[in-house]
């Protein structure tokens, strides 16, 4: 992995973080590399509650919001952001006000690495309203000065429209961290976890294959 | 929460008719269901703080249970509801889960507006 000057990472819902992309998060700051994590909701809608259930939709992201800072914490950034916004409404925020909010960010941090959702190859309405507001953003800027654009892409034709991802990296050696961020997600992840051991995730070579390989599609503009 | 037990469900209902509330509805079969399923059409509702006043509350049926608020123009209907409860600043929260604890209709009423 490239050595970076600053990574700002993209994402709407906490947890989006979590499986695709820890591990590079936790390896830019082991680099030493300052890392800013932009994420734009609270996850407020998220539907796992439980059987029974163990919370409620108002007490929800109250619950995210915690996971979301232990989870920072675990990856060791220092700059988490809470940028405000209501989960499955992002899509319908102001495009420019949008556009801003990310223009703002990069105008501050100056990053050499920006990692978000691929528009249109990211399943979720919030992922891609994310992803076409960062690109928008980066649009704007001179070809020149433009950070690297890094997409998590996984809708199910995403790989026959855009190819094999580009950029693949190999964070076993975080593997540990990633995996307590998952954890530290937990009331989005737990149910997952309860069919995989401790065991599988250092044996198993399908669930290895799936933890130790992030990958990401460099932007290409049109 | 706790499995809904329709006659406290029904007291709350009635104690909040003829009254400025907030009404949080949602329906939802997740933003992944398509994706999950190419073959499953998904579709959902949401509004958050509609200011309602209802004249008549009713929850019925044996479990899922469905609930109708008739407001003075119209109605306000949620189906599926299994859980309830009355939270800390006295929200008569109703939601339904699958058999897998997630929420697929949420109904909850309010006398001050929801974050």
Redesign the interface.
């Known amino acids: 992995m490239e050595k970076e000057r600053h990574v700002l990472v993209v994402f709407p819902h906490p947890d989006d973080e979590a499986f695709g992309v820890s591990g590079t998060i936790a390896t830019h700051i082991k680099n030493g590399t300052p890392v800013t994590y932009a994420c734009l909701t609270l996850g407020e809608?998220g539907?796992?509650?439980?059987?029974?259930?163990f919370t409620?939709?108002?007490?929800l992201p109250k619950i995210r919001k915690k996971e979301l800072q232990a989870a920072a914490d675990l990856l060791g950034i220092q700059d988490l952001r809470m940028m405000g916004l209501r989960d499955?409404t992002v899509e319908f925020e102001d495009d420019d006000k949008m556009t801003d909010m990310i223009s703002f960010m990069i105008q501050e941090l100056n990053p050499s690495l920006i990692i978000t959702f691929y528009p249109g190859y990211s399943?979720?309405?919030?992922h891609e309203a994310t992803g076409a507001a960062v690109i928008r953003a980066v649009e704007k800027m001179p070809a020149e000065s433009r950070p690297k654009l890094h997409c998590v892409a996984f809708?199910?034709n995403c790989v026959e429209e855009l190819g094999e991802a580009d950029i693949i990296n190999n964070i076993a050696p975080v593997a540990d961290i990633k995996i307590s961020v998952i954890k530290a997600h937990r009331s989005q992840t737990e149910?997952m976890f309860a069919d995989i051991t401790e065991e599988d995730t250092k044996t198993n070579p399908r669930i290895m294959a799936w933890i130790n390989n992030e990958r990401f599609w460099t932007y290409k503009f049109k | 929460?706790?499995?809904v037990v329709v006659q406290k469900v029904q007291e709350a209902i009635n104690q909040r008719a003829n009254q400025d509330v907030y009404i949080?509805l949602?329906t939802?079969n997740?933003?992944?269901a398509s994706?999950n399923d190419?073959t499953f059409f998904s579709s959902g509702a949401?509004i958050r703080n509609a200011l309602v006043r209802y004249e008549l509350g009713k929850i019925t049926g044996d479990g899922p249970y469905r609930v109708g608020l008739k407001i003075e123009l119209g109605w306000v209907y949620a189906e599926g509801i299994t859980?309830f409860?009355i939270?800390e600043q006295n929200?008569l929260?109703m939601?339904g889960?699958d058999?897998?604890?997630?929420?697929?209709v949420?109904l909850?009423i309010s006398n001050t507006p929801?974050?």
Request: glycine content about 6%; aromatic content about 8%.
């Open positions: 809608m539907r796992n509650m439980g059987n029974p259930p409620n939709r108002e007490n499955k399943v979720h309405p919030d809708s199910n149910q | 929460m706790e499995p949080h949602e939802t997740g933003a992944y994706h190419e949401y859980h409860e939270d929200r929260l939601a889960h058999f897998k604890g997630k929420l697929a949420a909850e929801f974050e």
